[in-house]
């Protein structure tokens, strides 16, 4: 049985975290598995969005898998950290919109992968947080670093330093969650946000969230020519040409990501 398995309909990619009886923690052949799938998806021009959550109902993620950890020594501890880091931040550079679609407990690197994601929708009884500190660690794999750049680093440090979790409430409270549903309609909730957004022009949509990452830790007038320079890679797009075309003809556009 794969780790991690993907499936892809109507160019959206399903990413699942499978395995459920270890609340779908992380092993390093999981990361391994996991890194491929995002290599794959990162070069098929035909996914144009991505949903990552994890099988059964109890947990996205419940982060490193501690039975693992137990039996490593510390340059295995550095490469199984070195590894999560990367492939978290390989899922955050995706061209795809990435959404979260978070059934249960998403704790450590569980919340971390959550968080490199570009959208978060939780079900009700969902728990989450940065519990590192609580096992003499901390967050590895960009916690620290993404949580304070959402949430302001007063709460990201009250969140982190006391290990606390929280309800998918208090997570939407505080900015972290785009939406909190009924365990029933995650899925599906999810997956008619990808829909609505892969109506648009991919290479579009693709673009703007490459403005958005790479605009938002600069200066504005930098993030400018950023946003300038994503708008000159649409001009000569056939899907911009087909945009207008549908516009004047009065019908849904055929957009190809050409």
Same mark, same amino acid.
């Given at each position: 049985?794969?780790?991690?398995?993907?499936?892809?309909?109507?160019?959206?990619?399903?990413?699942?975290?499978?395995?459920?009886?270890?609340?779908?923690?992380?092993?390093?052949?999981?990361? +391994?598995?996991?890194?491929?799938?995002?290599?794959?998806?990162?070069?098929?021009?035909? +996914?144009?969005?991505?949903?990552?959550?994890? *099988?059964?109902? /109890? *947990?996205?993620?419940?982060?490193?898998?501690?039975?693992?950890?137990?039996?490593?020594?510390?340059? !295995?501890?550095?490469?199984?950290?070195?590894?999560?880091?990367?492939?978290?931040?390989?899922?955050?550079?995706?061209?795809?919109?990435?959404?979260?679609?978070?059934?249960?407990?998403?704790?450590?690197?569980?919340?971390?992968?959550?968080?490199?994601?570009?959208?978060?929708?939780? +079900?009700?009884?969902? /728990?989450?947080?940065?519990?590192?500190?609580?096992?003499?660690?901390?967050?590895?794999?960009?916690?620290?670093?993404?949580?304070?750049?959402?949430?302001?680093?007063?709460?990201?440090?009250?969140?982190?330093?006391?290990?606390?979790?929280?309800?998918?409430?208090?997570?939407?409270?505080?900015?972290?969650?785009?939406?909190? +549903?009924?365990?029933?309609?995650?899925?599906?909730? *999810?997956?008619?946000?990808?829909?609505?957004?892969?109506?648009?022009?991919?290479?579009?949509?693709?673009?703007? /969230?490459?403005?958005?990452?790479?605009?938002?830790?600069?200066?504005?007038?930098?993030?400018?020519?950023?946003?300038?320079?994503?708008?000159?890679?649409?001009?000569?797009?056939?899907?911009?040409?087909?945009?207008?075309?549908?516009?004047?003809?009065?019908?849904? *556009?055929?957009?190809?990501? !050409?």
């Amino acid at each position: 049985m794969k780790k991690v398995e993907l499936e892809i309909s109507n160019h959206l990619a399903f990413i699942t975290i499978n395995r459920p009886d270890q609340l779908n923690c992380f092993d390093y052949e999981t990361l +391994v598995q996991l890194e491929g799938i995002v290599e794959e998806i990162k070069l098929d021009k035909d +996914v144009r969005a991505v949903l990552i959550t994890g *099988a059964g109902d /109890k *947990a996205f993620s419940a982060g490193a898998d501690l039975k693992e950890r137990r039996t490593l020594g510390e340059k !295995e501890v550095r490469r199984n950290v070195s590894k999560i880091r990367d492939v978290f931040t390989m899922i955050e550079e995706l061209p795809q919109p990435t959404i979260a679609a978070i059934n249960g407990y998403a704790l450590g690197g569980g919340f971390e992968l959550a968080l490199v994601c570009d959208f978060r929708y939780a +079900v009700s009884d969902a /728990k989450m947080g940065l519990t590192e500190v609580s096992w003499a660690i901390i967050p590895g794999a960009g916690g620290t670093q993404r949580l304070s750049r959402l949430i302001g680093t007063s709460r990201a440090k009250e969140l982190i330093l006391t290990a606390r979790k929280i309800d998918a409430k208090q997570a939407y409270d505080l900015g972290i969650l785009n939406r909190v +549903v009924d365990k029933e309609d995650l899925i599906s909730s *999810a997956v008619e946000l990808a829909e609505e957004i892969m109506k648009n022009g991919p290479l579009a949509v693709t673009q703007a /969230k490459y403005a958005i990452n790479y605009g938002s830790n600069v200066d504005v007038k930098t993030g400018l020519a950023i946003e300038s320079k994503a708008y000159e890679v649409i001009i000569p797009t056939k899907d911009r040409v087909e945009a207008l075309e549908a516009f004047k003809e009065k019908r849904p *556009a055929n957009f190809k990501g !050409e």
